[in-house]
């Protein structure tokens, strides 16, 4: 709402700035129109005045135009850039620690959710753009120098006092870097929402970044109770020839893959070996690699669109 505030303010402030420019510009026109309600004789008398009055209502007229210039390029370099905070959408693989494995409860048999140590992830959040400059000196700034006027007029003053020439490329390409957070969606997950990725990103073109981060991922694992049951199940129907696929060692250390296709009922009696849930949530560590395609919030905000990449809030 501060934001919101503040543009609010600034705008109202170059409106009434504009009211009154515009006010004053139309007395100077009014005073280079006299009437013309004198006599013959005064016609000339009154023609040499209106020319050296319009000669100064147009020199008054050219320094409002240059005043009123100036506060506008004054507010526009106050407003935030259109790139530094934006909405990401990207697609990545999640890579995990060896022996990770996600189970779901399929009519009361284990299976496995997806092999492998790298599953696809969708990515929806947010991205900030950081002050980090390029490592391209092409894209570098070597022009930017001081402002010698002290003066904190709206000509003069900028958002940090420093003028913008020498900077080239668009704002992508001289702060390429960018930190973001995002929420990720796994198919085939045992969760929809499969965890949050926190990384960082590097713009490759303006709307596609390479981005790499750290991935917290809830993972559905055999409960240490259930393994202990399990285990000691499968050890006594192995002395009548059955479940001779199944580890207990491995089931007991909850091994990669070692409760795939085991069921949950005793293939005796009908009934659950197990009274608790099978299944217990493990949030585990990973690497997510991928792009995204990060889309300015002022693209939604403003009717034409996101402003032209040379607009920028003085890096």
Known sequence: MTLVNRRLSEAFAATLIFAVLS???????????PTNSGSNGSEGSAKSADSGQGTSGASQDEDLKKTLKDIQDYLKAQQPDESEFGLVLGIGSLLTAPGVTDYQNQSNVLNVAHLGKATPQLLTGVSFRTKVPSLFLRFGCPGKHKVTSQAATPSTATSNDTTKTGCYGEIWQRNPWSAFVSLKFAPGAS??????????SFALAHHLAFIAGFALTPVSEPSPGFRTVAAQFVQVEQQSGLYKNFDPSAMLKNGQNAFDGFPLTNPST?????????LATHYRGGVVLGISMPIAFSSFLKSGGAPPASSTSGK
């Open 23 to 33: 006010s004053v510009h139309l007395q100077a026109q009014a005073g280079t129109n």
């Open 191 to 200: 969760n929809p929402i499969n965890g949050y990725v926190l990384g960082g």
């Open 270 to 278: 009908g009934a659950l070996i197990y009274p608790g849930n099978a």
